[in-house]
């Protein structure tokens, strides 16, 4: 089982950017598809991004597709979801999740790690 520690949220106002990071101390995920998802006071988990092992394959919800870039940095283990023109609808709870197997899917449910989440809040 890999832990995962995710980083970087904060406070933003509308426009803003900021940068998450996800990093698997001790361990190692270079094999797995890494995941980013977000749930909101009284709402499900949902889907964000997803990227493949190698990082060459990457999926986005369509709420955030051309606004937020996932990407990965195999050597130091570590995934990154880069939030751009962040809006009121971005703020949530964000976490890391990883996963064996194909990237392209978007139910928590499919996903074997989590991290312990971070909080985005995005001030109007």
């Known amino acids: 089982q890999v832990q995962l520690v995710e980083s970087g949220g904060g406070l933003v106002q509308v426009g803003g950017s900021l940068r998450l990071s996800c990093a698997a101390p001790g361990r190692t995920f270079a094999m797995h598809a890494m995941g980013w998802f977000r749930q909101a006071p009284g709402k499900e988990r949902e889907f964000v991004a997803s990227?493949?092992?190698?990082?060459?394959?990457?999926y986005y919800a369509a709420s955030v597709k051309g606004r937020f870039t996932i990407s990965r940095d195999r050597a130091k283990n570590t995934v990154f979801l880069q939030m751009n023109s962040l809006k009121p609808e971005d703020t949530a709870v964000y976490y890391c999740?990883?996963?064996?197997?194909?990237?392209?899917?978007?139910?928590?449910?499919?996903?074997?790690?989590w991290g312990q989440g971070t909080q985005v809040t995005v001030s109007s």
């Open positions: 999740a990883a996963k064996t197997g194909v990237a392209g899917v978007r139910s928590p449910d499919e996903y074997d790690d």
């Open positions: 990227i493949s092992w190698n990082g060459i394959t990457t």
